[in-house]
């Protein structure tokens, strides 16, 4: 059932389950929770597409290192900023849920291993194979021979599917009778119960003032890295310093996957170099491979586990080539909606097309005339640190609700983790005779501070990934969750998304949303299972997966 709260509906609502924010992480859990024979409240701030009254509520302020404008940093409405989302799938690293000496905080409460089968059913989510097929015997003859113990080559998988979880995409939960939808439902306060050990209810509001009070046996907050914070913030009738804050942590941590130019390969291999990082198809597989550090290389010296991917580049102090300039102007002034979204899409299919078309050696033939770099295209991961952090800014948006301020910073690892993923890739193609590399400038100035490049990528700050901000920790003194993204000290209260990570990896986020997602839903039915007071609905034996 589907009720827009801006056309009229009731004045409360009950279900088993209250989900908060119709993206990724939320109709994964929706869905997830309905095959187990739950009943789902899902509140969806937007409607069915891109409006400007929604939207502006994303409005905040950056107070830290240079961010995209908040507004524009983030989706609101069905589907989330998954609407726009590039398709990349890959797992997070063993190493990436370890404990490493090296970096300050890090450490995920449980390991590879726990997350592993979830990944599997994640792939099945987006389309992908649950067992993969063997990507590097695919791959390995057009992949430079590295050292095992310098530099690994993983691979992006992609989504090749759009909108895949917009709402015409969603009908089993808009039509299931145990799923309600709401829209134009922003959750303006997660009210807590008296005794502060748990919620006792959601008070949602339209734009227009329109109320809605919503009762459930346990909440799902899934809104985002910078709505999560905000709203446990913010929500502090019961609780002063916020939700699940009693140790100042909610907000810390803040992390995206930062950007950058890291120095381009000269006098090598160009051809052989640009055809084995692009993309490639394994079967119906459409893959990229990328160049990570070993994680002997990481303990060796120390670093984060960066990527980097060479691509054809125009020069640091050159001009964007026309075409990519024009897409980049529609897609940063017209508005995110179906139909503008639509625009993006043909725009960037006309400009590879031609590309393809007029000249498939254009990048190296280009890059020997001295008009584009073989360039290091560095997405990295960043450093987990306590300082860079969302807070509650002093204006107020049209709900009456604190909004966004970001602090976000990065750290001296970020940019020396670059450094030595640039130098192992130097000694390298050096040794395999296919270039050498010549470092970014920035990488070797005094103080170590990130620098971005506008021509690096058309998102040329960052990937757009909040992550951090509700970590999970078995203590709540480091950590705003448990293994099971459980609000510490709240009962009946979990978060879902990329906020739950300690970590940030070099993997885009979204497979690992989805498997996390399912995870904390398996958990909440098993609870719901177990607990002596009667479900609203009978819920069927959980069958394990196979």
Known sequence: MHIDLDHGGPDGMTADVAVIGAGAAGITVCRRLLAEGLSVILLESGGFDHEPGPSALNAGENVGEDYYRLEDARLRFFGGTTA??????????????????????S?????????????AEARAAFGLPRILPDLAEALDPLLPA?????????????????????????????????????????VR????????????????????????????????????????PRLLLASRSVMRCGLGNGHDQVGRYFMEHPHA?????????????????????????????????????????????????????RPAEGRQALLLAAYERIKHDTAPTARGRHLWKMMKRTVNSLQKVVDPARPWALEKLGLTDLALVVRAEQAPNPDSRVKLGDALDATGMPRAQLDWRTSAIDVDSVRGLVDALGRELRRLGLGRVEPAPWLAEEPRRWTTDPLISTHPIGGYHHMGTTRMSDDPRRGVTDVHGRVHGLDNLHVAGSSLFPTSGWANPTLTIVALAMRTADRLADRLRAAPAPSLHTLKPRIAAG
């Not at 995920?108 to 979830?118: K, Q, S, V």
């Not at 998988?157 to 134009?184: G, I, K, M, Q």
């Open 189 to 228: 306060e997660i009210m807590a119960a008296g005794s502060a050990r748990g919620v006792e209810r959601l008070l949602v509001r339209n734009l227009a003032g329109r109320r809605l009070a919503v009762t459930a046996r346990h909440y799902v907050l899934a809104a985002g890295g910078i709505e999560n």
């Open 146 to 186: 590295f050292a095992g113990d310098e530099l690994a080559t993983p691979t992006w998988l992609f989504d090749e599917r759009f909108d895949r979880f917009s709402h015409a995409n969603s009908r089993d939960l808009l039509d299931h009778p145990r799923c309600t939808v709401v829209t134009h439902a922003t």
């Open 84 to 105: 726009i989302w590039g398709g990349r799938c890959a797992e997070f690293d063993p190493i990436d849920f370890e404990r490493r000496p090296w970096i300050p905080h």
């Open 261 to 313: 130019r890291g120095g381009k390969v000269v006098g090598g291999a160009t051809w052989a170099l640009l055809r084995a990082f692009g993309r490639h198809r394994v079967g119906a597989l459409s893959v990229a491979p990328l160049i990570a550090a070993a994680p002997a290389l990481q303990a060796r010296e120390g670093l984060l586990n960066t990527s980097l991917t060479l691509a054809g580049r």
């Open 107 to 119: 450490g995920w409460p449980f390991g590879h291993d726990e997350i592993a089968p979830y990944y």
